[in-house]
């Protein structure tokens, strides 16, 4: 493979990295803590972070397509490759815990994306307007949370297995 395409695939694939998991402990470690105690005394603030992940899903939806067809060259372009499930080294053995992580990290998006988001837009419509049940509006919120959690440290994770990837 010629290194020039390696490099390429290296590049996207970094930056790929830095949206969706940059993305998600930027939400977590700063834009959450800041905006949870106002979002207590105020449902439109909940909507600032609505339009925020309105911008931000689209972005993590293209990053993971970019990181499977970079992350399918990277793997051709590695000595360790043996092929598709061929699980033969410590290389591979790393590769598929990290798939796992990403796998998880995936579903965890697709529950958000489309399960929970969708509901909690519903609660805090309904809220809006006076009709809505603020203990189902907190549930969903905190489900959001756990669930976002949860993938900072399947992502984390990711980096890990990564690094030690690397390192072999």
Not at 55 to 66: D, E, G
Request: net charge positive; aromatic share 12%.
């Amino acid at each position: 493979m010629p290194q020039s395409l390696l490099a390429l695939s290296y590049f996207f694939h970094l930056i790929a990295t830095v949206v969706w998991i940059g993305g998600l402990v930027t939400l977590t470690v700063f834009i959450w803590p800041e905006t949870k105690r106002i979002l207590a005394e105020n449902l439109a603030l909940y909507s600032l972070m609505t339009r925020w992940r309105k911008r931000f899903v689209p972005l993590t939806n293209f990053s993971l397509v970019v990181l499977v067809f970079t992350g399918f060259v990277q793997m051709a372009g590695d000595p360790n490759y043996d092929g598709v499930l061929q699980i033969s080294n410590e290389w591979s053995r790393v590769m598929l815990l990290k798939h796992l992580a990403i796998a998880g990290m995936v579903v965890c998006g697709l529950v958000l994306q489309y399960g929970v988001t969708p509901a909690l837009e519903r609660a805090s419509l309904l809220l809006e307007r006076g009709k809505g049940d603020p203990t189902e509006w907190e549930r969903l919120r905190r489900r959001e949370v756990r669930l976002t959690w949860l993938n900072v440290v399947l992502g984390v994770t990711v980096l890990g297995f990564t690094a030690w990837a690397t390192a072999i």
